[in-house]
């Protein structure tokens, strides 16, 4: 039988019952939901990060394209003419094709390398100013809990992303201000040899 509560999901809701329980009758508490992944998604915070990794690798995608291109050329080139040339001459250049393609497949993948590590590190960073932002709105609302991840269900009344959405917005960077410090360009698409 699948458990639908984790053990740590249980203790994590029997603290905060507690918790609640132990309030006095008076005591007004104040609560929030933040949709985390719609933050990410959103804010204009993410959407700059978006566009400066594109920018970054952009340049080193086109030239594996173009290269890849090139390949493709140099391979029709060999099928076409390879019947007109001699034994040793179809076994260089099929040689060639090979090590150039196998040259391609490791840039590529370094290129891929680079871009994860990247978009990891600007992802962790951007993690890291939404969650301070969620924090100074919360603590200027005077909320009691603000809750993330793991709400099953909450009312709509409950949903503080809107708000903290607009926050970001009012401190949104210009584009320029964004732009990585070490450019690199982006992963390109294998095309099929």
């Known amino acids: 039988m699948k458990r639908l509560i984790s053990t740590s999901s249980m203790a994590w809701m029997i603290a905060v019952a507690g918790t609640l329980a132990a309030l006095p009758a008076w005591a007004e508490l104040k609560i929030g939901v933040v949709d985390y992944g719609k933050l990410m998604e959103a804010s204009p915070q993410a959407k700059v990060v978006v566009e400066a990794i594109r920018t970054e690798f952009t340049p080193r995608q086109k030239e594996l394209q173009n290269q890849q291109t090139t390949l493709k050329t140099k391979e029709d080139k060999l099928q076409k003419d390879g019947a007109t040339m001699t034994e040793d001459q179809r076994t260089r250049a099929e040689k060639e094709l090979r090590d150039s393609y196998r040259e391609l497949s490791r840039?590529?993948?370094?290129?891929?390398?680079?871009?994860?590590?990247?978009?990891?590190?600007?992802?962790?960073?951007?993690?890291?100013?939404?969650?301070?932002?969620?924090?100074?709105?919360?603590?200027?609302?005077?909320?009691?809990?603000v809750i993330a991840d793991g709400v099953i269900y909450s009312t709509p009344t409950l949903d503080i992303t809107p708000a903290i959405l607009t926050a970001l917005q009012s401190h949104a960077p210009s584009p320029a201000a964004a732009r990585p410090a070490a450019p690199s360009p982006a992963p390109a698409k294998p095309q099929g040899k």
């Open 107 to 145: 840039k590529q993948q370094e290129v891929q390398d680079d871009f994860n590590a990247r978009r990891n590190e600007e992802m962790s960073r951007l993690q890291r100013t939404l969650i301070e932002e969620v924090r100074v709105y919360a603590k200027a609302q005077n909320f009691d809990l």
